[in-house]
């Protein structure tokens, strides 16, 4: 049949065989189309990922410079007395100044200390403060200290300043260069991991900066939302799919949970502000109230998810259950449910990350705020991971550049982690049929 | 579901009354953008030299600042607000209808608004009449008379000779920005007041007169960019041929970046401002509720802190963060005001 001379002239296979190599080249074409789509994207994600990697991966080095401080109990003003408070009260930023002074003996003039004071963070006497009152022996002592250097010296260190720019167009003046070359000769200034980004909270300072407290607001949040929208919804949903009668009110709570998952975020914001914060009194900028607007958020996610996966259970499941005599709550409970399972979880899981994104209901609500104490608990006032990038993002500081792209690799992390485990529960759960 | 929704008001209304029994133990404050960078820096300070927390500091602008401290007396509300501009009298009298009877007004210092543009271009030099011109919506008719027209000038040169001929084009704030307020008052209706016609209606028509001032055109050539005015300095540097406006922090840590612009001759420098010659500085301000004081710990010890001479003086800190220090004699009488917790009249 496939031999050409045979084909009658006119009949169907001609015809066939006339836009057959049409119809492959159609295919080919389509492929191709769908190939170009996918490198496309990929490149674009490729140009995201590669632009806040190439940004923010110099944040998790930083810059510290090695002092020598003499803890001379006369120099502190102590008068023999040791108490917290008195320790407390120290002049710390005066230690700090000392020891640069000595190590810079020829700088005289006011104008030129100011500078030379400029290239240590002000951190550095927190950092002091500290160590004195956690160990008190040190008084007395001579102690070598790595204390983090000023953001623009650090900027310096790490190329994002150029040096060979007329005086007045950079930050860092011609002198304190000088002195950073000579801290470099005698190997007192290096670059170390940067703990202070994962333990601190937020700070003016870049080089004091932290996620910790982001972090942490993030978390308490999340739990607050899994904690209730999780049970709710799962609750909600196996009431509407195998309990409620269809009719006119079950449909129109359909409707509405499906609208619900379209409005836009802002909207549970302001409800929260009115509802948790105007009427019931809670505190602005806690991460209770932004677990609760979270959950409304999510709520119709994960209802309409939930949904979906006892849909999935095949009906004959449920009729073996019944047919052997189970009640319908244990049909429910023992058989649909389990099986169910990992969709539900799938669906909450997704909800939740959508959740961690969301800033515009927690602008609302006062998380969008500058909280340096890193909150203990639901009630103390926090923000959350993406309102943290925000923040940074609208500092004038040129390190906080660094730092804000190094936030928004923390918080991808997270993402991915969370997506992964949802991955990963479907994998290990699912079943086919 | 109904029944769980009803446990769940339940709960909240339990958490509700018990949340707000305990006091608070951390100053909360809110308010201007402006004054944020500014009030952030104390805040950290104080919270790491003291046995007190950390101040909450939320940007919420001027307006929205003294709309949430104005609502009432208790630990829910805020016990500062800042702003980048004077409390106006509707505010203070919104303030006193819901209880909040004493102010105590503290001045900060200074800010410069700059018009800044890439350091790859010409520096510009305006004068605020200039201004006005180019980004009012409607301007006095070029072929002379006492009459407004829609703003025709497309190119600086249309307004000046002397200035380049390239297309009008300004990156600035939105109107809900203090920023904004203050870059009418100043630089637009400064330069509006030189044409002597229209600060005649001033007297007979002010709200006309205001129409005509601060109104910015709306045909593309004035562009609102945000709040972000990293965003703006960003976008400058791609753009050598617009200017953006924004505070003289920015221009002060990006000053490898852009150049701020002279107005009437004079460049939006550090002691220019201090010295009150740069035309569009304005002061910076906080609001704290008396009423609070004794019942949140570490209000006083705050004012302290923000009113003392390593913050605010000449040499203090918040210099290096761009504040405009206001005149020894000013700072004093602002501390005392503050440490004896004066009570604003209006």
Redesign the interface.
């Known amino acids: 049949m496939n031999n050409g001379a045979k084909i009658k002239p006119g009949s169907t296979m001609e015809r066939v065989n006339a836009n057959l190599a049409k119809r492959y080249a159609k295919e080919r074409r389509f492929r191709r189309m769908g190939l170009a789509a996918i490198v496309i994207s990929l490149m674009f994600l490729g140009l995201l990922f590669g632009s806040i990697i190439s940004k923010g991966y110099g944040a998790f080095w930083q810059t510290y410079i090695q002092l020598e401080i003499h803890f001379e109990p006369e120099d502190m003003d102590l008068h023999g007395n040791r108490s917290l408070e008195v320790l407390s009260a120290v002049d710390y930023g005066g230690l700090v100044k000392r020891t640069l002074r000595e190590m810079f003996p020829k700088v005289k003039k006011r104008k030129e200390k100011r500078k030379l004071y400029g290239v240590v963070s002000n951190g550095a006497a927190f950092q002091l403060r500290e160590m004195v009152m956690n160990h008190p022996d040190l008084i007395g002592r001579t102690v070598q200290v790595w204390v983090p250097a000023d953001d623009d010296v650090d900027m310096l260190i790490k190329g994002h300043i150029d040096r060979h720019k007329p005086e007045s167009e950079r930050r860092v003046k011609d002198q304190q260069i000088a002195w950073v070359d000579e801290l470099q000769r005698v190997g007192k200034i290096e670059k170390r991991f940067n703990t202070t980004f994962f333990t601190a909270g937020d700070s003016r300072e870049p080089e004091l900066a932290g996620i910790h407290g982001a972090l942490m607001g993030s978390i308490f949040t999340l739990l607050i939302t899994l904690g209730l929208s999780f049970p709710m919804g799962v609750a909600a949903a196996i009431y509407l799919e195998e309990f409620a009668p269809t009719n006119r009110f079950t449909d129109f709570i359909e409707i509405n949970i499906n609208n619900l998952a379209a409005v836009p975020s802002i909207v549970f914001g302001l409800l929260g502000l009115a509802v948790f914060i105007n009427f019931f009194g809670l505190p602005r900028s806690i991460p209770l109230v932004g677990g609760l607007v979270l959950t409304l958020m999510t709520l119709p996610t994960i209802i309409i998810a939930s949904r979906a996966a006892l849909k999935s259970v095949p009906p004959s499941i449920r009729e073996a259950a019944l047919g052997i005599g189970a009640s319908r709550m244990q049909t429910v409970f023992h058989h649909v449910l389990p099986q169910a399972l990992p969709g539900m979880l799938t669906g909450a899981i997704i909800g939740m990350a959508q959740a961690l994104g969301e800033t515009a209901p927690l602008l609302m609500i006062g998380m969008v705020a500058f909280i340096v104490d890193i909150p203990a608990n639901m009630m103390d006032p926090a923000t959350a991971l993406p309102v943290q990038i925000y923040l940074w993002a609208d500092s004038p500081e040129r390190a906080f550049m660094e730092r804000t792209s190094a936030a928004i690799m923390v918080l991808l992390a997270f993402l991915i982690s969370m997506n992964m485990l949802a991955v990963l529960l479907r994998k290990k759960f699912e079943k086919r049929w | ?1 109904i029944n ?1 929704r009803t446990v ?1 008001a339940a709960t ?2 339990v ?3 018990s ?2 029994a ?1 006091s ?1 133990d ?1 100053v ?1 404050i809110v308010g201007s953008s402006t004054v ?2 500014f009030a ?2 104390v ?2 300070q104080f ?5 007190f ?2 101040p ?4 919420t602008g001027s307006g929205g600042g003294f709309k949430l401290f104005c609502a009432g007396v208790g ?2 509300h805020p016990d500062i607000t800042n702003a980048s501009r004077r409390i106006k009298k509707s505010e203070y009298e919104r303030c006193h209808k819901n209880g909040v009877n004493q102010i105590v007004e503290v001045k900060i210092g200074y800010d410069g608004i700059a018009i800044a543009n890439s ?1 790859k271009a010409v520096r510009f030099e305006l004068t605020r009449k200039e201004i006005f011109l180019a980004l009012a919506k409607r301007v006095p008719d070029p072929k002379g008379g006492e009459t407004l027209v829609e703003n025709p000038y497309k190119t600086w040169q249309e307004v000046n000779s002397n200035l380049p001929a390239i297309k009008i084009e300004v990156l600035g704030p939105p109107p809900t920005s203090g920023t904004r307020d203050a870059f009418a008052e100043l630089a637009m209706e400064g330069g509006c007041k030189k044409i002597g016609w229209i600060k005649a209606m001033k007297k007979k028509d002010k709200k006309a007169y205001k129409r005509i001032c601060h109104t910015l055109r709306e045909d593309g050539a004035y562009i609102e960019a945000g ?4 965003l703006i300095v960003r976008k400058l540097e791609a753009n050598p041929k617009a200017l953006g406006i924004f505070g003289f ?2 221009l ?5 970046k852009v150049q701020g612009a002279l107005i009437d001759g004079v460049a939006p420098e550090f002691e220019a401002i201090a010295e009150g010659k740069y035309p569009i500085s304005r002061p910076l301000f906080f609001y704290v509720k008396k009423a609070h004081v004794g019942k949140v710990p570490g209000i006083t010890e705050y004012l302290a802190e923000f009113c003392s001479d390593k913050t605010w003086g000449d ?1 203090g ?1 918040l210099t ?3 504040l405009i220090p206001m005149p020894a004699a000013e700072r004093k009488t602002f501390a005392v005001n503050a440490k004896g917790l004066k009570n604003l009249e209006m």
């Open positions: 579901m769980k769940l909240l209304a958490v509700a009354t949340a707000t305990v608070r951390y909360s944020y960078p952030t820096v805040a950290e919270g790491k030299t003291t046995q927390k950390t909450k500091i939320e940007s630990v829910e350091k709040e972000n005015d990293n922090s920015f002060d840590q990006n000053s490898d040499e800190y290096d963060k761009g």
